[in-house]
């Protein structure tokens, strides 16, 4: 049928395409640019906290470094890249000629440039003294220090999160329209891989609660520049009520940006194990409780709020219960390995890795989850080493091991083994003399957000920003051997992976521009 | 062939229950245990899921460690093909269900026994704004109206913090941890605190007292501490509310109850003292020189925090005061500002902050300072 | 019309996700700089923002004008194959679950308020002190006549016009249904007038509630800055207006295309997509008739 096979040239191939793989690519270099833009904020907070007293950036700019590296690495780094891998694989996954609304997904993308445009401006204009002062209250804006308390570019910062929302229900609609209606024949539900099965969840997730954050600024909007009070006792509101909202969302948030990388592991494990996942369907079961427990556990970020006792308890048992569908999944992980034949290329190295790192994070989110104890723990480093633990060792970590497991089939070659291993090595140790030592700065009192420190934590500090530089500096590492994929290298063969599973495994390497445009049969 | 990942963090993973063993204690890693029943009921509760989730951790590793060992491709390891067991899916959904019921009682316990706040012996209203805390001792054993309070500031000197522009002063040993004025409480008796804020949303932690809560703001959130030992404990502001949110501890003396007493009435001495000096400061006036003097003092202990020692503000932040029309234009809505603040910005209103004599020094130094010189003076009558 | 493919359609490159993202790109910059101008954080003496809006506002017209005319065309020559079809469908309701969660974070912050912050303001739970202290003279009520600050306004009864424009939008509901009918029984004349009937009911509705946002504002001192009712009030019912205000003109356009005789009854997806949207905003209205109103 198709007219062109080919992929057309030129700039214009980017800006107007519709084809799922194309669209894909965009997203994951977006989130490359964007992890790198993320990371050099990262290492500016890391640099003004390598000793104590103000060295490098005041007070403010500090805060607009933490706000705008947690806002760039959540929306502009995480959720792109599993946008990406989804665009890339899940139609090759489950038989489709392509995403179902192929111009719906092209706008999807295209959004994200402009949206991260406005926010990162604010930042330059800031740190160039040409603008006032970019978003300076946690990724988390809570009011009123967000709302009377907001510089000017909180109304960019505003909109910004809106075409955000806009560009990430639209995408979750399309991948959810994707699997429900284009698998191939005899692809039943069951059947499909546990990428697609996660990211099923996660799209039910994103529509679900990206309206409610769009809700929330929208709030703040109105509280900033129309006289409402939802966030000010003054008129019978309450700045907590911001929380909840935002946490309504920021929990689900959460999990969308782990389930994508727990399939990707899910595949992973298996193919290097030359063994099938153990437990496909409780694997299942697992990943959508714990989308559904996501819903009711989002006070637990809002202990020391002063929640009734009642509600306090309510979402410490919720919380902890999150654990057990986890724990479900790593346990099956493990047993995939179990009596396995394992090798270990990298995917697969990342990929233990991340079972062993996820796992460290989980646990302490489950210390966080007791209530008497976060009183202590609630914004210290203890917090800021579990979500670490949980995002960069954890969503990152998954991201870079798909990535590594799918680049002989997005490019045709095979990327450079030494290269990678390196990459993968020093990463790993560098990532935790970055982020395990935050456990303890944070136990012993140290609060987050903040540019400079009592004298007793001076040592961590500096033994954690070298670990930081170290993991910034690594990544340079996985940029070479991606470009250095693309560019050339041995030839990789349509199933490089012995073990590995799937449709997108029957198709050449590289991927043809148009695959399955006849709907392959499922036995 | 490398150690195996899982074995290298098998071993992080005990070091870090070492570390957490009373040897360690000392080296400031863990948790802090704290002075009060309840911090150390906290502790315990900590303690216990530090150990429940090292071991969890450690079987569960070793397990994978024994697989990534024993089971691999290039040790001839052939492949089983099993997928597939309810009955372990069952037990492994199981078991730690029950684990979680083993931490949920202790904690559910502490909890409940934080919760009531009656009884107590001192009621003190906290209250969070930027960057500083106000305490006010609303009541003490029978006496109701002790018209004791007074704001409690970062006493670290700026120059041994700020190094933008070249090496600090040496830094002291409470650095970044000791205030001006601290609260003070008696031991053994059961304290009330009412936390609230007056701007943004403020957070009043006490590590030892095992006490964290947020001050928000048209809201009071109720906390109590029996504290049986004397002496000073540090804390800080744990919730993010702005630009020196770094810089606004908390610390508290905890004294023996007779001392406290002998405190408390020197206190309300001092105010009544204060009260009559600031009546007679509004018979009186006062120099160029003197409010100049005094309003630098002020200025850089108050104001600069937002408009910089400089007078230069921070752009798009905080207003520069250095030829602001408001400072070099009429008297009384600069007294206005200074006064009654600027309600729903950080503007705060300085005049329950600030002594006549104060805000009358502090808006002369500023219509006079950095070139502003319109040559105004403004007495300690004009701010009424 | 040509006979219908059975092949999944992809289209080829298109121009107008673009123009798409530029045009919100525009209005979110237009936005931002004209809600600065009257305020004194920003000294902005007229900014050029009311004019960058507008652009962008205009790019998306533009946008929605070309891109819809492509998919009609499609339409048309026959392209969407009944799985096609289907993709539209699903697209349509999860977009509509998307609403329903933005009015929930309304619905929720109304529902916050009223049960929790405005009791506690008044000493409810553990928040004696917060009552005594800070609020004494505030009485927990709703609706929140008298704010915590001391503002007095009046409340919004539910049995005047509210009513009224409950009748008008389950009314339209119905006219809706009737012309769907006749879309599905082949009766052209029929499906248009009740097509226009819809159309009206929804614009008197629309008429009825700006009449009702002047007596407030007018007579009863109730604006969007009353207080927390006021807050909720005027963002629930506004936001609502809106999607009436796009439900009507999607209802429009279907007019328009019932006239030109594009929906068939097997081909017809963009009328059932005006319909549920319709009737996703009908329920919402019993939501907020029965919760903002009512009691
Ligand atoms: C990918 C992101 C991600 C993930 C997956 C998680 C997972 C979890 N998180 Fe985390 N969390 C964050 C990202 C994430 N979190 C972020 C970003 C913040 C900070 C936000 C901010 O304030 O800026 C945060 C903060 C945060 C807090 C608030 C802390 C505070 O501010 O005071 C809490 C409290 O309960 C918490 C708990 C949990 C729990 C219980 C899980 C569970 O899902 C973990 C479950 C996993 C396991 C438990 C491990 C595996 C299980 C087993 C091996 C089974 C056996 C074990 C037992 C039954 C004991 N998290
Ligand atoms: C997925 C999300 C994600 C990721 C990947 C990261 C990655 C990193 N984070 Fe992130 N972090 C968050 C999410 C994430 N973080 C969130 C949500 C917060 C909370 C924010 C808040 O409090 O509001 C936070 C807060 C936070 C803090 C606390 C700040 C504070 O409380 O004040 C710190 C401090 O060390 C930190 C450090 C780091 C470091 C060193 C990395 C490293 O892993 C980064 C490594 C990557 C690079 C460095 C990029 C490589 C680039 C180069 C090598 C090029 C170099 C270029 C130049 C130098 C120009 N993060
Ligand atoms: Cu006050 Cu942070
Ligand atoms: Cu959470």
Redesign the pocket.
């Known amino acids: 049928m198709s007219e062109h096979h080919h992929a057309p040239s030129g700039i214009t191939r980017w800006i107007f395409t519709t084809n799922h793989k194309d669209i894909g690519t965009l997203y994951l270099w977006f989130s490359f640019i964007m992890?790198?833009i993320?990371?050099?904020f990262?290492?500016v907070?890391?640099a003004e906290?390598f000793q104590p007293g103000l060295q490098i950036v005041n007070p403010d700019l500090?805060n607009q470094m933490?706000?705008l590296?947690?806002l760039i690495?959540?929306f502009g780094?995480?959720m792109p890249a599993f946008v990406g891998l989804a665009n890339w694989m899940v139609p090759m996954m489950i038989g489709a000629p392509d995403m179902a609304l192929p111009r719906m997904n092209n706008w999807s993308f295209w959004i994200l440039p402009f949206a991260f445009s406005l926010l990162i401006y604010s930042a330059i204009a800031s740190i160039f003294g040409f603008g006032g002062s970019a978003p300076n209250f946690?990724?988390?804006f809570y009011a009123p220090l967000s709302t009377a308390y907001g510089p000017a570019s909180t109304d960019f910062f505003i909109f910004s999160v809106h075409m955000m929302g806009i560009s990430s229900i639209m995408g979750a609609i399309n991948v959810i329209v994707t699997i429900f209606n284009l698998r191939a024949p005899g692809m039943t539900l069951m059947k499909m891989p546990l990428f697609v099965w996660t990211w099923l969840i996660t799209a039910f997730l994103l529509i679900a609660v990206m309206p409610v954050l769009a809700g929330v600024v929208t709030m703040m909007l109105t509280d900033r520049h129309f006289g409402t009070s939802f966030f000010s006792a003054a008129g019978g509101g309450d700045p907590v009520l911001f929380q909840h909202v935002f946490w309504f969302f920021g929990h689900p948030e959460v999990y969308i940006?782990i389930l994508p990388s727990f399939g990707v592991i899910s595949a992973i494990i298996p193919a290097f194990s030359r063994k099938p996942l153990f437990g496909y369907s409780s694997m299942v079961y697992a990943t959508a409780s714990i989308a559904l427990l996501s819903f009711v556990v989002w006070a637990h970020h809002m202990f020391t709020t002063g929640l009734p006792l009642a509600g306090s308890l309510f979402f410490m048992y919720m919380t902890m219960l999150i654990s057990v569908p986890t724990g479900v999944k790593v346990f099956n992980w493990v047993a995939t390995m179990w009596k396995g034949a394992l090798s270990f290329e990298v995917p697969m190295l990342f990929a233990i890795a991340f079972v062993v790192l996820f796992t460290i994070g989980g646990l302490s989110g489950l210390m966080l989850a007791i209530t008497p104890a976060d009183y202590q723990y609630h914004d210290t480093y203890f917090v800021?080493a579990h979500?670490?633990y949980v995002?960069?060792t954890g969503?990152?970590f998954g991201i870079i091991a798909g990535v590594y497991y799918w680049l002989p089939k997005w490019t045709g070659h095979m990327y450079n083994e030494t290269l990678a291993k390196a990459h993968f090595w020093i990463s790993t140790i560098s990532?935790n003399v970055?982020f395990f030592p935050m456990h303890f700065v944070g136990l012993a009192g140290m609060p987050?957000?903040?540019p400079d420190y009592a004298l007793q934590f001076a040592d961590f500090n500096k033994i954690?920003s070298l670990g930081?530089f170290v993991?910034?500096?690594s990544?340079?590492i996985l940029l070479v051997v991606v470009i250095k994929c693309i560019k050339g290298g041995e030839k990789a063969a349509d199933k490089p992976w012995d073990g590995a599973e799937g449709l997108e495994w029957t198709v050449p390497s590289p991927a043809p521009y148009h695959t399955f445009s006849t709907p392959p049969v499922v036995k | 062939m490398q150690f195996s990942p899982a074995f290298r963090f098998t071993a992080a993973l005990l070091g870090t229950v070492a570390y957490c063993g009373n040897a360690f204690a000392e080296m400031r890693l863990d948790m802090t245990k704290g002075v009060t029943d309840i911090s150390n009921q906290i502790y315990d509760v900590h303690f216990l899921m530090l150990t429940i989730c090292a071991v969890i951790a450690i079987i569960v590793f070793g397990v994978m460690f024994i697989s990534i060992f024993k089971h691999r491709k290039s040790q001839g390891h052939k492949a089983a093909q099993f997928h597939e067991s309810t009955t372990v899916e069952i037990i492994w959904t199981i078991i730690p269900f029950f684990i979680l019921i083993v931490m949920a009682i202790p904690a559910t316990k502490v909890l409940v026994a934080m919760d009531d706040t009656s009884e107590s012996a001192l009621t003190v209203k906290v209250t969070g704004s930027q960057w500083k805390w106000h305490y006010e001792y609303l009541s003490y054993e029978e006496q109701n109206d002790l018209n004791v309070g007074f704001f409690s500031l970062l006493s670290t000197p700026r120059d041994q913090y700020d190094e933008l522009e070249g090496p600090g002063a040496t830094k002291g040993e409470h650095y970044l941890l000791e205030v001006d004025k601290p609260l003070v409480i008696p031991a053994n008796q059961k304290v009330r605190f009412l936390i609230t804020a007056d701007d943004v949303i403020h957070s009043w932690w006490v590590p030892d007292f095992g006490l964290k809560r947020d001050a928000v703001p048209g809201f009071i959130n109720e906390l109590w501490a029996n504290v049986p030992k004397t002496g000073t404990y540090r804390g800080q502001c744990a919730e993010l509310c702005g630009k020196d949110h770094g810089f606004m501890p908390v610390v508290v003396e905890v004294k023996e109850q007779a001392e406290f007493k002998t405190w408390l009435a020197a206190q309300q001495q001092a105010k009544a003292e204060a009260d009559a000096a600031a009546t007679a400061s509004l018979g009186k006036d006062m120099s160029m020189e003197e409010l100049m003097a005094e309003g630098e003092q002020v200025y850089n202990a108050r104001c600069a925090a937002c408009h910089q020692a400089n007078g230069l503000g921070l752009p798009g932040v905080f207003p520069g005061l250095k030829d602001s029309p408001i400072a070099k234009g009429p008297v009384a809505a600069h007294i206005n500002i200074v006064v009654n603040g600027k309600a729903g910005s950080a503007m705060q209103a300085f005049g329950g902050q600030l002594t006549p004599s104060e805000l009358a020094s502090v808006i002369t130094y500023e219509r006079n300072a950095w070139g502003n010189s319109t040559g105004d003076v403004v007495q300690p009558r004009d701010v009424q | 019309m040509s006979e219908k493919t059975t092949e999944y359609y992809v289209p080829e490159q298109s121009a107008w996700p673009i123009i798409g993202a530029v045009g919100l790109f525009t209005m979110a910059i237009g936005a931002a700089n004209f809600i600065q101008q009257n305020t004194d954080k920003v000294n902005n003496e007229g900014s050029l923002g009311g004019v960058i809006l507008f652009a962008g506002a205009a790019i998306i017209i533009f946008m929605m004008f070309g891109w819809f005319a492509t998919t009609i065309k499609e339409s048309l020559a026959g392209k969407n194959s009944s799985q096609m079809d289907m993709s539209y469908r699903m697209g349509m309701g999860w977009f509509i679950f998307s609403e329903v969660m933005f009015f929930a974070a309304f619905f929720g912050a109304l529902y916050y308020a009223r049960m929790l912050a405005v009791p506690w303001l008044g000493g409810a739970g553990s928040n004696a002190m917060t009552h005594e202290i800070l609020w004494p003279n505030f009485q927990a009520i709703w609706p929140l006549t008298l704010t915590p600050a001391g503002e007095h306004l009046e409340s919004m009864g539910a049995w005047g016009l509210p009513a009224i424009n409950t009748a008008l939008l389950l009314s339209s509901g119905v006219t809706l249904t009737i012309a769907h009918h006749a879309l599905l029984a082949g009766e052209r004349n029929r499906q248009i007038i009740f097509l226009a009937l819809t159309v009206a009911l929804g614009v008197i509705f629309l008429g009825l509630q700006a009449f009702e946002y002047h007596h407030a504002y007018a007579e009863m001192g109730l604006t969007l800055g009353s207080g927390i009712y006021g807050s909720t009030f005027f963002m629930l019912t506004g936001f609502h207006g809106f999607h009436v205000t796009i439900g009507a003109i999607m209802l429009t356009v279907m007019t328009i295309r019932s006239i030109k005789g594009h929906l068939t009854p097997e081909n017809h997806f963009a009328f059932e997509a005006t319909a549920w949207y319709w009737h996703f905003v009908d329920v919402v209205w019993l939501f907020l008739f029965v919760v903002v109103y009512w009691f």
């Open positions: 992890f790198f993320g990371g050099a990262a290492m907070i890391r906290l500090f933490t706000t590296h947690g690495m959540v780094a995480v946690g990724w988390t940006m800021v979500f670490h995002l960069v969503a990152i990532v970055l987050r957000r903040i954690i930081g993991f910034g500096l990544q340079l």
